[in-house]
Every structure is written in structure tokens, then in C-alpha cells.
């Protein structure tokens, strides 16, 4: 029984080969870029709308409130990042459902790819959002001495969402596997059913912490904002009092 | 080895490259639509909200015009009401002024009418009177007393004033001695002769006498010359009366109008 689908490689050269993970990304890819094509190909802006885009329309006004929610910012920035994420992880697992088909995700090496994407993605918008300096006194506070601690917090996180990600996906499938072994006429229909929906909620976990940890990096300079903004009012009522005197 | 970090790379870049497409073929379309419809629904509501305000401030300004309107209208009616009433008054004024000027034409034509019937009464009444008179004494009058009168009238031409005899004579030499003799009936001849006898006595011989006879007289005699007249009788008397009787009516009119 093969663990990984990084062991079934169908052409190599070199160190540079084409095994079933990426075949299968390619796969999701493909089939999410058509069908956006062919649904926002002819977008309406009127009252009446297609029932595709009123499905598109619906998952990503759901995406945005949810960024908006946690992050409490403007979703726009966030929306094709985060949302990409979700809706390639979800797409991914669902489509488990397909004979012949195994999710992307059931492979460490995209799951460690993902986790490194959100790994890169914090410091970038944090410093998009602050400057290079402010986002990296961010890791300075409260004093030098933390430096070490937010840098192996960075490092964990990621291998933490990397191998969330990878072993309930993958654990779907050894499961199965192992129930196909003991129980073979009912219970894999089951377990089947639950691993879509563990595929979801992954979907939805992964995309949610990976806005949580962006909207962490950015909403520290929004504290430090406001933080400023609350000392300048101090100053401002005290240089006033001699004025009204 | 779970992690092939070619594998890792590789799905790095595909993820990178989903997302570029994704947000190519998804989020942009889908959150332009999206913002174009919020945009238009708005501009929608915004548009229905000014129609409702300028259908409000239309609806005040109709209201508003309205009460002004209305307010004009009182005032018009008002105003036309007081020009009624003035005019009415005026009306009542004129007419006022017309009834008293009719009346005092009327009362002017009645106390004309009045005094044109006194008039007119009085005038009736002297001549009813001297109709009467006349026909009285036309009556009365005969033979006899116009002898008698006849004997008077010569009685009076012998006592004649010296200047009116004078005067006379003047006259009858100024006619060539011809003297007209009237009297309300025919005379007789010897009556005729004491006449002629009594004037030539008077005024000298060769006096040619011409004897008419004259109703208007009623009784008495008339010498006539070209110029000059000598009459004693009732006719005369009449005249003279009624003369004097009119002249006392004018009195009495003056001294009433005064």
C-alpha cells in the first residue's frame, strides 16, 4: 500500500520529475481555471445572473466575510491568497469521490508546499502592510530576548498547519484502507463520507489559520496605530489645558 | 522520505500559479460584478431616494403654493367683498341722490302742476265770472238803461277836464271832423239827433257822425277818433276789473313765492 503519491512517478529526469501529486494538482487546476473561465466569461451585472455565477458569486461573498471577520480588515488583499487556498484544498479532497482519483493534499510534499506558501505569505503582507521595519520590530517586541521564540514559532506553525493538513487527509485513506481490511461490505462507505467531510473542515481549518497568522502579523501595526493615536490624544488634552486656562 | 522538495517546489509554483489564475478567472470577474451590481442597486436606491426628496419638496412647494393661493384668494375675496360693499353703498348713495332728486322734480312739477291748475283755476274763474257778468247785465241791458247810460255818458262829456276836451278836438281836426259813435244797440233817431245836437254843441258844427252798433259793450257808448277813444260803459267797467283782479292774483303768487 503506497503512502505518499510522490512514490508514483510517471516521467523523470534528473531531479526535476512528473510524479501523481503534480498530475493531480495540474488536474484541480485546470478544471477550477475552466470552470471560473466559463462561468465569468459572461458575468452579469444585473438582476438576474446565472445560476454558476450565483454559486461563485455566493462562495467567495462567503470567502470575504470570513476573511473580513477574522482579520477585521478590507478582504480584498487577502481574498485570492487565502481563498485559493480553500478552494483548492476543498476541491482537492472532493473530488476524492472520483474513482482512480487521489487528492493532492494526501502528499506531505503539498501540504509542506502550502504551509510554506503561508510561511512566506505572513511577513509579505505584514510588511506590505507596515514597512520592512515595522513588521520586523514586530519580532523584537517586547524585548530582543524574544526573537528566538518568534522565529521557532514562525517555523512550528507552519510544520503544524504542513502536517495537520497532510495526516487528516492522509489518515482518510489509511483508514479506508484498514476498514476495507476488517469490514470490508459497509463501513468504508461510511468512513468515505466522513473523509469528504474531513476534507472540508481541513479546507476550511487551513484557510482559516492561515488568515489568523497573516491577520496577526498586520494587526500588530494596527495596535501599535492606535496605540499612537491614543498617546497623541493624551498629549493633545493635556497641551490643551493650559490654553483654556 | 515523505517531503521531495522538488515536488515541494513544484507545487509551490502551481499553487502560486492557480492563485494568479484564480484571481484572473474568479475574484476579479466575480467581485466586479459583484461591486457593479452593489454599485448600480445603490445608485438605484440613491436615484429613487432624490426622485422621493424632489417629489417631497415638490409636494411642499405644491402645498405651499396652494396655501398661497388659497390665501390670495381669501384676500381677493375679501377685497371683493369690501368693493361690493362700497359699491353697494355707492349704489344706495346714488340711488338715494336719484329718489331725491326725482322727488324734488316731482314735487317741483306738482307745485308747477299746482300752480299752473291755480293758474289756470284763477283764470277760468274771472272769466266764468265775467261770462256771468256779462251775460247778466247783457240781459239786464236794454233800451232804457242804455238811455240812461247814454244821459251819463253826456253828462261826463260836458264835465269833460278843458286839456282832454282840448286834446279831442286836436284829434277830431287831425281826422277831418269825422267821429265814429258805437253803442250796444241801435239808437232811434231822436236819441240819434240829441247826440248829434250835444256834440256839435261841444266840439263845433259840421262834425260828420257815423252811428255803429258794438255787442262787446254790453250797454253803453264809445266816441271814437283816429286817435283818441271816449267810452263810458259795463264793458269798460269789466275790463278795467278784470285787469285789476289779474293784477291781484300776480300779487298773491309773488308775495307765496317769496
Known sequence: MEISLDSLVFWRWGPVLLNATILYTWLVMALLTLISWLVTRKLSTGPKISRWQNLL??????????????????????????GTLFIFIS????????PGYHPPTDSLSTTAALALCVLVAVPIYGIAQQGLGGYLSHYLKPTVLMLPFHLLSEMTRTLALAVRLFGNVMSGAMIGAILLAVAPLFFPLIMQLLELLIGQVQAFIFAVLATVYIASATQAHEE??????QSTGAKDRVGDQPKED | MLINWFVVAAQIVNFLILVLLLKRFLYGPIVQAMAAREERIASQLEAARQKKEDAEQEEADLRQKMRSLEDQRQEMLVQAEGEAQAHKENLFAQAREEVAAVRQKWAESVKWQKEAFLANLKQRLAQEIFAISRRV???LGDLEVEERLLQVFLERLRQLAPEERQALQESLQEAGGELAISTAFPLTPETREKITAQVQDLFGPGLALRFSTSSELLAGIEI???SRKIAWSLGNYLDTLEEDLSQAFEDIDKSEAA
Request: no cysteine; aromatic share 4%.
Open chain 1, 57 to 82: 458569486e455566493v462562495l467567495v461573498a462567503a470567502m470575504r466575510e470570513q476573511i473580513r471577520q477574522i482579520s477585521q480588515e478590507d478582504p480584498g488583499p487577502y481574498l485570492p491568497f487565502i
Open chain 1, 91 to 98: 476541491v482537492a479532497n472532493l473530488l476524492a469521490v472520483v
Open chain 1, 224 to 229: 501599535r496605530r492606535e496605540a499612537v493615536l
Open chain 2, 137 to 139: 247785465l247783457q240781459e
Open chain 2, 224 to 226: 271814437l277818433t283816429s
